[in-house]
């Protein structure tokens, strides 16, 4: 089973506190994605990597930046977190042409 | 500009129902529609997909029915079970796949005893 894990399950950050969320995957998929879930709006796609070191945006890239120093690890950061980045952020990773999440790291800002 | 509409947002049925969720693409480009499953606390997990080149595709009690010219896919749920309810996004994407996915908003299914 492909295993993608967000060690961070629930987090509350302040205004302006830098924030990072980190996910690991163990099938050695190369492609990993952020996406960022809110009620109403779906999923939306915030960066993605094809390869270490190497990112794209997706369609909601502004407040966030991604880091991808190993294959099986990338990072989702805030910068200077903000109370409209309160949301789920999921991680993903594709195996073929299918796409596996992880459970889900929700973050509240205050 | 929304690529992927889905309707209904939400949706209650009784048990042994067929729930139907629809979804309505824009980009002729996309060649890959699959539909993902979300229960409470998870992420989403791949449930079916299906190309254009076929119009129908079951996988147990879920069906995928595709119109190529209408530009919309839907998703029936067959004999539904109080443990389909969940939430279920419709998808799209390029490259049979292997490009980015663009998700529906998202429909909570809610399937009463």
């Known amino acids: 089973d492909v295993k993608v894990t967000q060690s961070s399950r629930y987090l509350v950050k302040r205004t302006g506190e830098k924030v990072f969320l980190e996910c690991v995957q163990d099938?050695?998929?190369?492609?990993m994605f952020w996406y960022r879930q809110d009620p109403g709006l779906g999923l939306r796609l915030i960066y993605f990597s094809y390869d270490v070191k190497m990112k794209e945006k997706g369609d909601i890239p502004e407040g966030y930046s991604v880091s991808r120093e190993k294959k099986e690890r990338f990072s989702l950061i805030l910068e200077s977190a903000s109370t409209n980045q309160t949301s789920m952020y999921l991680c993903?990773?594709?195996?073929?042409?299918?796409?596996?999440f992880g459970e889900g790291s929700w973050l509240t800002v205050v | 500009q929304q690529q992927v509409k889905q309707s209904p947002q939400s949706l209650i049925v009784q048990k042994g129902g067929i729930p139907i969720i629809n979804c309505a693409y824009e980009?002729?480009?996309?060649?890959?529609f699959p539909w993902y499953q979300q229960f409470p606390g998870k992420g989403p997990a791949l449930l079916i997909a299906?190309?254009?080149?076929?119009s129908e595709k079951k996988e147990g009690r879920f069906t995928i029915s595709f119109n190529k010219s209408a530009k919309q896919f839907s998703l029936h749920i067959m004999d539904s079970q109080p443990g389909d309810s969940a939430t279920y996004f419709c998808a799209a994407s390029f490259n049979s796949g292997y490009s980015t996915l663009t998700f529906g908003k998202g429909t909570m299914l809610l399937v009463s005893p």
């Open positions: 099938m050695d998929h190369e492609n």
């Open positions: 299906i190309r254009p080149d076929v």
């Open positions: 980009n002729t480009a996309f060649d890959y």
């Open positions: 993903a990773t594709r195996g073929r042409n299918t796409i596996y």
